[in-house]
């Protein structure tokens, strides 16, 4: 088990993605993204109609046993609500062997983040779901403050390198 583990985190449309592809390439690590791992697990079982939060904590529980059984420092990219999430992440987390946690937060304006999130939903329906819920998001927006903490203004292209060398400097 790796005794570290990357959170990359921020609000939808903040860049964490983007960042998170980019770090696992330069610290040369896994990445594990929960909106694969779902998109998987919608993909097997298209006839099942399960609510998205179903398959969402379905999707976190492999992200999860993934971490507790790698040998290098996973990058998890997900979103989490600290108000929501913080105890799931918690339990993920010990489950997962207790790593020591680095939480990347992806720091953008919320209406810069919003429209680049509505410019990827290609659903009508997720669209309007996501604007109606897109001020819950803002008010509650914050890092999970489990761990080491790496904030990175993402308004404008990041410096994947330096950011990797920032995350490389605290992990364990």
């Not at 770090?23 to 896994?30: I, N, Q």
């Not at 929960?34 to 697990?41: N, P, Q, R």
């Not at 919003?114 to 009508?124: H, N, T």
């Not at 997720?126 to 803002?138: I, K, T």
Request: glycine share 8%; charged share 25%.
């Amino acid at each position: 088990m790796a005794s570290s583990v990357v959170l990359v985190n921020g609000l939808p449309g903040s860049g964490k993605s983007t960042l998170a592809r980019a770090l696992a390439a330069e610290l040369d690590v896994p990445l594990l993204s929960k909106s694969l791992v779902k998109a998987g697990i919608v993909g097997s079982t298209p006839h099942m109609g399960l609510p998205g939060a179903i398959y969402g904590a379905l999707a976190m529980d492999v992200v999860w046993a993934l971490v507790g059984r790698s040998d290098e420092p996973p990058i998890v990219d997900s979103l989490w609500i600290r108000s929501r999430d913080l105890g799931f992440v918690q339990e993920g987390l010990r489950r997962a062997g207790s790593p020591h946690v680095v939480e990347v937060w992806c720091d953008v304006e919320p209406a810069v983040a919003q429209q680049r999130a509505l410019a990827s939903r290609d659903r009508l329906r997720s669209r309007e779901r996501f604007a109606r819920e897109w001020d819950d998001l803002v008010a509650e927006a914050e890092p999970l403050g489990l761990g080491e903490l790496v904030a990175v203004p993402s308004l404008e292209p990041v410096d994947a390198t330096a950011v990797a060398a920032s995350v490389r400097s605290l992990l364990r």
